[in-house]
Structures are given as C-alpha cells and as structure tokens.
Nanobody, 115 residues
Framework: QVQLVESGGGLVQPGGSLRLSCAASGDTFSIGTMDWYRQAPGKQRELVATITSGGSTNYPSSVKGRFTISRDNAKNTMYLQMNSLKPEDTAVYYC?????????WGQGTQVTVSS
C-alpha cells in the first residue's frame, strides 16, 4: 500500500507562483511513474505533469513552460513548481502514483488563482 499526501496549495494572485508537494509513505519502493492531475469545478480531471522513476517528464501544452515537475526519491516526495499562474489554473490538484499492480491518489490540495 502507498499513501500520498499533498500540500502547498493556497490562494495566489495571477502571475504568482506556488510549489506543491506530494509526500509518499508505505511501500514507496514500488512506486514508478508519478503524475499531477487537476480538477476544476464542473470539469473533468486532467493530467498536468508526469515524471517517470528515471526522471523523464512530460507536460500538456496548457502548462508547458510554466510548470515543472520533480521528485526526490530519497525523501519520497514529488513536487510541482507552478509559475506565471493564471485564473484558469484554479483547481484541486491531485498527486497520483503507479506501482506494478495498482494506482494511488492523494486527497488533493486546492489552488486558487485570483486577484
């Protein structure tokens, strides 16, 4: 079993920055690829960033160049650095992890971009 806990969300003005963290516990040795997803009110959950166990990353065009995903395997923690935030980035952000047999989700952290 793997447990994921997000932190770092909050209220930020347009153009500002936030860094989200996702702390993993439990059978962390089994974790492979990890992702950040987000879900805005009334919308489907969407993929924001992906990082493999080897550190390869991928982003959709909506956040590419503004968001950076990283992970510290020694600390069992994944990060999402979000810069140049826009009101349309407002959503609940979820941490997601794959093992060979299961996927796991965190509880989410709210990010609100508003003046």
């Amino acid at each position: 079993q793997v447990q994921l806990v997000e932190s770092g969300g909050g209220l930020v003005q347009p153009g500002g920055s936030l860094r989200l963290s996702c702390a993993a516990s439990g059978d962390t040795f089994s974790i492979g690829t990890m992702d950040w997803y987000r879900q805005a009110p009334g919308k489907q959950r969407e993929l924001v960033a992906t990082i493999t166990s080897g550190g390869s990353t991928n982003y959709p065009s909506s956040v590419k160049g503004r968001f950076t995903i990283s992970r510290d395997n020694a600390k069992n923690t994944m990060y999402l650095q979000m810069n140049s935030l826009k009101p349309e980035d407002t959503a609940v952000y979820y941490c997601h992890a794959y093992t060979r047999t299961q996927t796991y989700w965190g509880q989410g952290t709210q990010v609100t971009v508003s003046s």
